[in-house]
């Protein structure tokens, strides 16, 4: 799932959607000067201004939840407002600092944006409470201010053509002064900075993977046909079935089993009356037609296999997907396929799964891990995504614009690289906490 919603007709897509919370996101954009011209489009509000390009009092960013983006401004700029993004930006600037966030404002993001100091004892950005990721700062007296207590999260950033490297002050710093000429190096060693710690990679075999889900091995199945279980209580284990299974009853279980499905709904589907519905152990083969392998609450899958089908699990209330192994989708003609999806529904937990959205055989990253939205229920609520590992996607983790969600947890989530646009797309809706445990596989760097 793409997000479109704050993209414009010349702008590419993009890979990196913004953190902050944004219901309404506000695109400013042209050549800054005397002439004002508002125009609402499509829900946005876009501001073009024009006329001459240089000034020397700060442009001053006052609107919250909003988005600059694409412009070379040759004067400083002032963030007044919350939760806004500086986005591929050049600045030119002198004076006191060539970026200052104003006291008590949070949720600022700078990214893939040029700071260039025209005066030796200009700073870069100040005071801290910031994120700066992918952000070149040339010339300045100090790149990236913060001291303790108003710290900055810097990630993949620049300090005259070095990277910039991360640590926590010790102690609350002052202004920093002009900083001797020997190596860049000690130059930057003196200037207060902080960047989350990287941690190193786990290995992929604390993930689940096809040795450690599905039916244990040794295990005996018996063959059987399709399945309608409708009887609280029951228990089925130890089972070849070659078919469907449909559960309309309370606290049923199906243990140790293999199910290979080929119709074109569910492998497995609740039907009212059915709730603590537990899967465990099982295989699922969705033979490349299954529109979702489960579908669609009141269950928990615990160490199973899925594989071969256009979606996998969906995600309705009162569902648990746990220690699982989620895999080799099934591209058809149109599909849009999702490891799990969810549309609405509250009181869902995705905890340590192994999630493959990439298909390395067909070099098909498919559409995403993860896809939630708020499509078929009022709400999504009390959502909880941890300790999984994700590969894939156009984007690995998709929120719909169209979500009305709260109480929504990404934490502690290992990502691949085999997406087409980036990890995640709409990390800043409300309701949604993208905390910066989230990181990349490989290198244990925040998202």
């Not at 010790?170 to 130059?187: K, L, N, R, Y």
């Not at 960047?195 to 889900?213: E, G, R």
């Not at 199945?221 to 559960?247: K, P, Y």
């Not at 490891?339 to 498919?366: A, C, E, K, M, W």
């Amino acid at each position: 799932m793409t997000d479109t919603n704050t993209t414009n007709a010349t702008e590419p897509p993009n890979p990196l959607p913004v953190p902050g919370r944004r219901r309404r996101r506000i695109l400013l954009a042209g050549a800054f000067g005397l002439t004002l011209a508002i125009l609402a489009v499509s829900g946005y509000l876009v501001l073009t201004v024009t006329g001459h390009p240089v000034r020397t009092a700060p442009l001053v960013l006052d609107q919250p939840e909003s988005v600059f983006w694409g412009q070379t401004v040759d004067r400083p700029i002032e963030v007044a407002a919350n939760n806004i993004t500086i986005r591929d930006v050049t600045i030119r600037a002198g004076g006191r600092a060539a970026v200052v966030i104003r006291p008590g404002v949070t949720g600022t993001l700078l990214e893939e944006t040029t700071i260039q100091c025209t005066s030796a004892g200009t700073d870069g950005i100040v005071p801290g409470g910031y994120s700066a990721l992918r952000v070149r700062v040339n010339g300045c007296r100090q790149a990236f201010g913060q001291h303790e207590g108003n710290l900055a999260t810097i990630v993949d950033s620049e300090r005259d053509g070095r990277p910039y490297p991360g640590g926590v002050p010790a102690s609350p710093t002052g202004p920093v002064g002009p900083t001797p000429d020997p190596a860049a190096a000690e130059q930057m060693a003196n200037e207060p900075v902080y960047a989350p710690a990287q941690t190193p990679p786990t290995p992929i075999t604390y993930w689940p993977s096809a040795a450690n889900t599905g039916v244990p091995p040794g295990t005996t199945l018996r063959n059987s046909g399709s399945l309608s279980l409708r009887t609280a209580g029951q228990v089925v284990s130890g089972l070849n079935i070659v078919g469907c299974v449909t559960v309309a009853a309370a606290n049923v279980q199906i243990l140790r089993s293999r199910i290979t499905c080929n119709s074109p709904t569910y492998s497995i589907r609740t039907l009212t009356g059915a709730s603590n519905l537990l899967v465990q152990d099982v295989e699922i083969n969705g033979m490349g037609q299954n529109s979702a392998s489960v579908c669609c609450g009141d269950y928990t899958l615990n160490r199973v296999n899925i594989y071969n089908m256009i979606d996998g699990p969906r995600l309705s209330s009162n569902t648990r997907v746990t220690n699982s192994y989620i895999h080799s989708l099934a591209r058809v003609a149109s599909s849009h396929n999702d490891v799990l999806q969810s549309t609405g529904g509250s009181n869902i937990v995705i905890r340590h799964n192994t999630l493959l959205s990439y298909n390395p055989t067909t070099n098909d990253p498919f559409n995403s891990c993860l896809t939630i939205g708020s499509e078929t229920a009022p709400t999504l609520t009390n959502l909880t995504y941890e300790d999984n590992y994700c590969n894939g996607g156009n984007y690995s983790i998709g929120i719909s614009p169209r979500l009305v969600g709260s109480n929504i947890v990404f934490r502690n989530n290992k990502f691949g690289r085999d997406y087409r646009y980036g990890v995640v797309s709409g990390r800043d809706r409300a309701g949604v906490s993208w905390q910066a445990t989230n990181v990349y596989f490989d290198n244990g760097r925040p998202v």
